[in-house]
């Protein structure tokens, strides 16, 4: 399995950016998808997951109501709308896939893993 990350950049503290995470190769009759990040200097955490049926999500606290994840499974792709952007959300983010429908969040849970698309949110 292939994942490809893009729609990091540079925006402005208030701003919005979108990521899309597309899947490619070896697909799987249930699975969730996730959003994690890096910041510079901090352990990788979890941002964002959806099951593959789109009916469960989970967030992390950081970003409830300012994150929206989404999934496109006709495209093998994965969404994550970013607004109201803090310089704190600056980081590498990395979309990943779980071969199981249960949406976790403990990095060690997930099988694949995309490169990262770097985001930065200045002040």
């Known amino acids: 399995v292939q994942l490809q990350a893009f729609g990091g950049g540079l925006v402005q503290a208030g701003g919005s950016l979108r990521l899309s995470c597309a899947a490619s190769g070896r697909t799987f009759i249930t699975y969730t998808m996730g959003w994690f990040r890096q910041a510079p200097g901090k352990e990788r955490e979890f941002v964002a997951a959806?099951?593959?049926?789109?009916?469960?999500?989970r967030y992390a606290d950081s970003v409830k109501g300012r994150f929206t994840i989404s999934r496109d499974s006709a495209k093998n792709t994965v969404y994550l709308q970013m607004d109201s952007l803090k310089p704190e959300d600056t980081a590498v983010y990395y979309c990943a896939i779980r071969r199981s429908g249960l949406v976790l969040t403990t990095m060690s849970e997930y099988d694949y893993w995309g490169q990262g698309t770097l985001v930065t949110v200045s002040s």
């Open positions: 959806i099951a593959w049926t789109g009916s469960v999500t």
